[in-house]
């Protein structure tokens, strides 16, 4: 004695023309055309996008990796964002280039220390090598 599967649901197709719809547009005298409902749902299209920052230019890295190869450890954001501003650079650009620095370093295998310490807004200076 099998017993017999009930049948399953069938799933009505979207109408974008519903019910709903037509009551809507019937109401109304003045519109005599027909309205989908995703259209009363429909965002606004406004420029709501951000404009894309500039990047930092190839001097500004200069600079960045001259401060990381002779100090490895994270400045703390308020003389990051210092820095940044008195080289025309973004601050959230200068954070990530450190926080990258930083993901970089662990990868590695050589985290950085919780210590941070005040980057000096001058230009760094290179270190001349001493001629043999």
């Known amino acids: ?3 017999a599967k009930p049948e399953a649901k069938k799933r009505p197709i979207h109408n974008p023309t519903s019910e709903k719809t037509r009551q809507v547009s019937q109401k109304s005298s003045k519109s005599t055309r027909i309205r989908p409902s995703a259209y009363y ?3 606004p299209s406004s420029p709501s996008h951000k404009t894309a920052k500039p990047y930092l230019s190839s001097s500004q890295l200069l600079d960045l990796w001259t401060i990381w190869r002779y100090d490895q450890r994270l400045p703390s954001k308020t ?3 210092a820095w940044a501003l ?3 650079a973004d601050p959230e650009k200068v954070d990530t280039w450190f926080y990258r620095r930083k993901t970089a370093a662990r990868k590695a295998g050589n ?4 210590e941070t310490y005040e980057l000096p807004l001058d ?3 290179e270190k001349k090598k001493q001629p043999r």
Do not use: C, E
Not at 111 to 114: A, K, Q
């Open 79 to 81: 003389s990051r964002n």
């Open 123 to 125: 230009a760094p200076q």
């Open 111 to 114: 985290p950085l220390s919780d």
């Open 86 to 88: 008195s080289r025309g």
């Open 41 to 43: 749902t429909a965002k």
């Open 1 to 3: 004695m099998a017993t």
